[in-house]
């Protein structure tokens, strides 16, 4: 079996290894329906007795050589993805790249929409036959030019790639990649009634790069400059304390007043911040532009409409209902931010961490009260944000301020099929917990609710 | 084909019955000794690689351990981090019918490369392309060195496409050397051809630069390869071949070595005058065959430091090694 080490590029994923195994031992391997891991295990096992490749190793498939390849060059830095990353639901890849016999492990997440080598969209489908880009062990199977490897391997060896530079974004990619971060996973009660749906696996793998370069590498402005997915890291926040595993999950449903009176300290801090800075955006007194439109409802401007919004939020009970008490599943009214620290809580279930060692070991970890309030605040932001974008949407729609409430988001281009959820990002290290979350969060952004969306949207 | 060991199916025959004497003296196959010509080899290879030539070539007699030297130098110079090319073993094969299809197929089989009966030669070549490439990329040294043993039995259509070979490589930036072994008459018809106004590119990259490698031809020469039987132990930290075999009479410090001299008498006075036109050297072949029967029946029944005892026994053992296929004497 030969490896084709010399047309290797970086970031090969599982599919772009198999395609480079069979480009290279095309003549020696029969197009059956044998998965690719098996024909390797048995050619490592029968016929690949060298003392230059024969490693201890208990990987078996396209691992083994993997595995063989990361121990025969260590210095080649090669990325560390976690399991957790979120994939794009169908696999993507560059029509150029595909016509070469690549495949990046990059294409099949959120990071990228181009290629960072040609520059060009990645799609789902093979522009040739139609059909989806096929998995590692079925590329045999396609009698396609550009998503097999029927045609290409009757070719005239082509090797102009080797020690090409042009795949050097990628090896980039690689390059920061190389480091791994391993995130707690977060409780936090009020969540549930700031969220409806909650799908952190979006915001995790959106969020994981901006975190990465938080987390571990000092200049990471310098690595925005260097990296294809530059729009993809966010400045973010660093908290840290000490990790205390000293801390019993309490399930008392209440709340003590003292935790009640400062949510609401903090719920006012917010609004109050709100409304100073839609007043200076709006460039008038807030409400102050009110017009009556007919049938008795009143129009005002964005902002305005916003400070509307936000005051019947805070201090009314926010319909999240029809007249006919249906309930709106996927509105934006549906967040119930009333509700926030009015109901049912015990202060130690406000928020902690989970941190799983083992399949069978757990271990929790409090979360201090300062940075329980932190998570509290960002979370109220996040509710003015969506709350921002449904206003923003009404207005795109013609909508009036009455009428908000029955706005559905799956009409949206946009928006439909969204969830919005703030991720906070935690990292046990060296007994302490470091939290990571995007600047952005601090953030109302009334005129650029979309950079937050591009944190949180699924895909 | 099976070639390699992995392949062969698994046998019902009991391995005791099968297996050889572990003794590298007592299974020549696996004695290997440092020949002279490895110096002389290794010091013409270097030249070569510090010019990047594109070949050169290697002939020699009969029986003097071309290939032998050739496989064990593939392994040493391999091994060793100082050389700055990677080293690569063809042997060609004697082949029913010479097409360039059926020396890069007989090149995968000697890979262990499975190729389909239909491939076409260019794939076959491909195969060996990837294959030369993986090795020199794991190995990390600068050049490719190809040793292509057999010369004799390629022909000159063959050796063009390995010339083509060479410049697949070139366009990568990698210098592909070729380095031909031959039994010196049989390829003389080749280096002849090749000489051709036709064929001069053959010529120009392959055999403008010949060495001709030999066996034993001096004194000194044999001395260092009688040594080796002094120096290698079996097993390690064990006795020395020679001290293996040595009759327990003989002092304890006796050296093989030290019979170089009247070795170099025997095969001078008794045998180099009848071997005119046929050896022009002590053939390493040769040379193993009669250390062995030194040691293995002579030194190893009875101690004797009787110089006449000890020219008789040499010269039997010389006879015995068909250097001079009408000097042996059957014993009744």
């Known amino acids: 079996m030969n490896l084709g080490l010399a047309i290797a590029k970086p970031g090969e994923s599982r599919l772009g290894l198999s395609l480079r195994l069979w480009r290279v031992n095309r003549i020696s391997w029969n197009l059956d329906r044998r998965s690719i891991s098996d024909r390797v295990t048995e050619e490592l096992a029968h016929g690949f007795k060298n003392s230059l490749l024969n490693i201890d190793s208990s990987e078996v498939g396209l691992d083994a050589i993997n595995a063989l390849e990361h121990h025969h060059f260590p210095e080649i830095a090669r990325a560390k993805l976690p399991s957790y990353l979120r994939k794009t639901k169908r696999v993507r890849n560059c029509v150029a790249c595909a016509y070469s016999g690549y495949h990046s492990l990059y294409f099949d997440l959120p990071w990228l929409e181009k290629c960072p080598v040609h520059k060009r969209s990645l799609v789902e489908r093979c522009p040739e036959c139609r059909k989806y880009w096929p998995g590692p062990d079925d590329v045999q199977l396609r009698n396609c030019d550009c998503c097999g490897i029927r045609e290409k391997a009757t070719a005239k060896i082509n090797l102009a790639l080797f020690n090409s530079k042009i795949y050097d974004s990628v090896l980039r990619l690689d390059q920061f990649f190389s480091e791994r971060i391993s995130l707690c996973q977060s409780n936090y009660k009020h969540h549930q009634n700031v969220h409806d749906r909650r799908t952190p696996g979006y915001s995790k793998t959106l969020l994981y790069p901006s975190v990465l370069a938080a987390h571990k590498y000092d200049k990471y402005q310098e690595w925005c400059d260097l990296l294809p997915i530059e729009s993809r890291i966010h400045p973010c926040i660093k908290k840290k304390f000490r990790a205390n595993t000293d801390f019993k999950v309490n399930t008392l449903k209440y709340i003590t007043e003292e935790t009640r009176d400062k949510m609401s300290k903090v719920r006012k801090k917010v609004y109050n911040r709100a409304l100073q800075e839609l007043e200076e955006l709006a460039g008038h007194e807030l409400l102050s532009c009110e017009k009556r439109t007919g049938y008795g409802n009143v129009d005002y401007c964005y902002h305005c409409h916003i400070a509307n919004q936000l005051s019947t939020s805070f201090y009314r009970y926010a319909v999240s209902s029809d007249a006919y008490g249906r309930v709106y599943k996927g509105r934006l009214f549906s967040y119930k931010l009333s509700k926030i620290g009015k109901i049912s809580y015990s202060d130690s279930l406000l928020s902690y961490l989970s941190h799983h060692r083992s399949t069978f070991e757990t271990e929790h970890y409090e979360i201090p009260e300062r940075i329980r309030y932190k998570l509290y605040e960002l979370d109220l932001i996040s509710c003015i944000k969506q709350l921002a974008i449904q206003v923003r949407y009404g207005h795109e729609y013609g909508h009036n301020s009455s009428i908000f409430s029955s706005i559905d988001i799956h009409d949206h281009p946009v928006l439909h099929n969204q969830f919005f959820h703030n991720y906070y990002s935690f990292i046990v290290e060296n007994s302490y917990v470091h939290l990571y979350y995007p600047k952005e969060y601090e953030q109302f952004s009334f005129d650029t609710p979309l950079t937050w969306l591009a944190m949180t949207e699924c895909f | ?332």
């Open chain 2, 1 to 332: 084909m099976l070639l390699a060991d992995e392949k062969l199916p698994p046998s019902a025959i009991p391995k005791n019955l099968i297996s050889r004497s572990k003794h590298p003296v007592l299974n020549p196959i696996n004695l290997v000794i440092n020949a002279p010509m490895m110096e002389e080899i290794v010091a013409h290879v270097k030249e070569v690689l510090f010019d990047e030539d594109s070949g050169t070539c290697f002939l020699g007699g009969h029986r003097i351990g071309k290939t032998t030297a050739i496989e064990t130098l593939v392994v040493k110079l391999n091994a060793d981090k100082a050389v700055s090319a990677y080293f690569h073993y063809f042997a060609a094969e004697k082949l029913d019918v010479r097409s360039i299809k059926q020396m890069f197929k007989h090149f995968c089989s000697q890979e262990n490369i499975h190729t389909k009966d239909r491939a076409p030669y260019l794939d076959m070549r491909d195969l060996i392309i990837y294959r030369l490439l993986d090795r020199f990329i794991l190995s990390r040294k600068q050049q490719i060195v190809l040793f292509i043993d057999e010369l004799h039995r390629l022909d000159v259509d063959q050796l063009e496409s390995l010339a083509s070979l060479h410049d697949t490589f070139r366009k990568l930036k990698i210098n592909l050397c070729m380095i031909f072994i031959g039994n010196e008459a049989p390829s003389k018809r080749i280096i002849k051809t090749s000489k051709l106004k036709k064929h001069r590119l053959i010529f120009g990259r392959f055999f403008e630069s010949q060495k001709k490698i030999y066996g034993i031809r001096s004194e000194e020469q044999l001395k260092k390869c009688l040594s080796e039987f002094d120096r290698l132990r079996y097993p390690e930290g064990g006795p020395t071949y020679t001290q293996h075999f040595l009759h327990k009479d003989a002092p304890k410090n006796w050296k093989l070595a030290s019979l170089s001299k009247l070795m170099w008498e025997v095969y001078t006075t008794e045998y180099k005058p009848k071997l005119k036109g046929m050896h022009d050297s002590f053939g390493m072949k040769y040379f193993i065959s009669t250390v062995r029967r030194l040691l293995v029946f002579y030194l190893n029944s009875a101690w004797t430091d009787d110089r006449d005892e000890l020219r008789e026994m040499i010269s039997q053992s010389i006879a015995h090694s068909r250097i001079y296929v009408d000097g042996i004497r059957v014993e009744s």
